[in-house]
Structures are given as C-alpha cells and as structure tokens.
C-alpha cells in the first residue's frame, strides 16, 4: 500500500510538470499560427484521442460507467478552456513560463479558498482554519517576490492568476457532469464544446488571424501539432488514476509543485530566463503550498 501511495505521489507532481510542457507547447505552436489555431487544433486532438481511447475500451467500466441524465447546460465546460488557453498564451509570450504558472497555481488556490468560504456552484462550505490562511498569505508573498525584480507587468501576472481562477471553475463544473457521465465522457465534452467555441471565436473575432494561421500549418512541425493535445489527454488520464488515490491536499501540493519547478527549467532552457527573484518567489510559493498540505 505504502509503496503505491509513493508511486502516486511521484505520477501526481509529473502531471505538474507535464501540464507546464502542455502550456509551453501550445504556445509555441501558437507563436507559429496562432493562438486561435493552436486552441482549435488541440481541441480536434483531444477529441480524437479520447473518442479512440472510449471505442477501444468499451467494455471497461471505470473508462464507461453507466450514465445517468445530466442537464444540457452541464456539456459546455470547453468554453472555459478556450479563456484559459487564450490568456495562458499570452501570460507566457509575455512573462515566461514561471511566472505564467506561478500565477495560475496561486489562482486555482485563491479560487478554492473562496469556493470553501461561499460555497458556490453547489460545492460544501467549509470552515477555513488559520494554517490555510497562512498558507495563502506566504504564497502571495511569493507572488509579491517575483514582481520584486521590477521586470514583469503585473498586468499580466494578473492575467495568469485569473486563468488559475478559471481552471479551478472549469475542474468543478466538469466533475459535476463527470459523476453522472464519467470522467473520460466529461472530458470529450469538454473538448467538443471547446472545439465549437474556438470556431466560432476565431472566425467572428479574428477571421484574418485564424486564415494566416491555417495558412502556416503545414511549416508546424506535426509533433509540436499533437503535442498540446495529447498531453492534455495524459493530463486527464493521469489525474483519473492517480489524485483519487491521495489526499485532495497533497495532490494540489504536488501538482503545484511539478507546475512550477518544471516551469523554471522550461524558462532557463528554452527561453534564457533565470533570475533570482523568479527562483526565489517559486520556492516561497511552494512553502506556502507546504504550509497549506500539512492540514488533514
């Protein structure tokens, strides 16, 4: 048992770390294109990888469960990755990886602390003890620590923060249609939907854009074309397997934790970006995350 839960929390802070990749890919592959195309594309991805994966494996149950009704305003959490994906984007070209998921984790944790405070979207209203608290303020310190270099815009430290806040929504709206649908049949939903809205955004908003970007396809190189798709398709995977079998607060603890420490090797390897506030406010956000894991 013991050396599961240790394998679990090992896959737990790769899934970090892979969703850092994730966001580095899809914005390479929008510097390219464009954002409009790198979005629409990794939803035909996921939509192709999934259906594959649900037609393979039609007989288990833990991929298909049994569905129940589910209401028809439950099937259009894709709209709220095309936001994350959009404002991600720019948050990195802009910041850099580390800041961008620096911001998004302190995001999904501000938005969880008053999703238990208020108790919306149905979810339980919880009483927040004094260590939590803690463990928020010593990670907006961090935050606070990598503007101290006077090098990033907070505007768009903002920016990666509200797309935390929104990854924490899109997670709660989807597993309500994942209790009666599944999570695998949840996450093609997603996908559809995000499909639809990443059409309609790109050809009504920025239809010059989108037909340059459709346009540079084909001097994409395929891999980095799958890559962002496909890891997200890791991402749901890994997370069905692996957080059902450790603590909600440890699991946010080490998917946070793989986010931002692959986040820092992403910006010094590829983009030349190393600084000692960035490393400095990472590791303070972690302790603050620390803080905040040790309550049961």
Known sequence: MEAKTGRAYI???????????????????????????????????????????????????????????????????????????????VAVVNTGATVAMAGAVFGQSLMGFIFDVTGLFGMERRNISARRTVSLLVSCSGILMMLAGGTIDAIYLLLSMSAGALTMMQMVYNSTLAKAKGAFYSARCNVISGLAGALLYSFIFHPATTIAGLEALDEVPFLLMIAGGTLACIVVVGTNVIIPRISAVHSALLLSSGQILAAVLIDYLLYGIFTAPLLAGAIVMLVGMAIGGKEK
């Open 11 to 89: 896959g737990a802070f790769l899934i970090g770390a892979v969703i850092s990749l994730m966001v580095t890919f899809n914005t390479e592959f929008g510097r390219l294109t464009s954002s409009e195309v790198s979005t629409t594309v990794n939803q035909i991805v996921g939509i192709v990888l999934l259906s594959a994966l649900m037609a393979a494996a039609r007989g288990n149950e833990k991929i298909n469960p049994p569905r129940r009704h589910a209401g028809w305003y439950m099937y259009f959490g894709g709209l709220f990755g095309i936001a994350i994906i959009s404002i991600n984007y």
